[in-house]
């Protein structure tokens, strides 16, 4: 297995378990970059609080999951895919209203490009709206 692709693979798990930027700096360069064309996380512009926004996320959606669907290394575009599908039910308090005790089961990929060994930029694509309308919250 190549560096890239064992960073990637700790880096998403400790993302998507709500490790925040604790968890997950190691695999990442100190200023790396955030973008997503979504309406929930549009405005996160780096991965350190794209990371704290998953570790806060998953404290109102406490039963929060991944189902790892595929997973691709691109070693010509320093880049490594992976889409998933986030699984959870809104029972925890904090969030925009009270807990709905809806569930989401929302698509998501992240495309993680490196500089060297570290992650340096991540774009999650991910529609929002529709997951957002699945837990009652739009």
Known sequence: MSQM????????DACETGQGWDGCAQYCTPDASFAAQSEAIGDITDLR?????????????????????????????????????????????????????KSVSSDYVYDMRFEGDKISHMTKIWHSVVALQQLGWA
């Open 5 to 12: 692709n064992e960073t990637a693979a700790a880096f998403f």
């Open 49 to 101: 609080s794209y990371a704290e926004w998953m570790k806060a996320t998953l404290t109102i959606l406490e039963d929060g999951s991944y189902d790892l669907k595929s997973w691709a290394v691109d070693e010509e575009h320093n880049s490594v895919l992976a889409y998933a599908v986030f699984n959870a039910t809104h029972t925890g308090e904090g969030g925009p209203v009270p807990p709905t005790g």
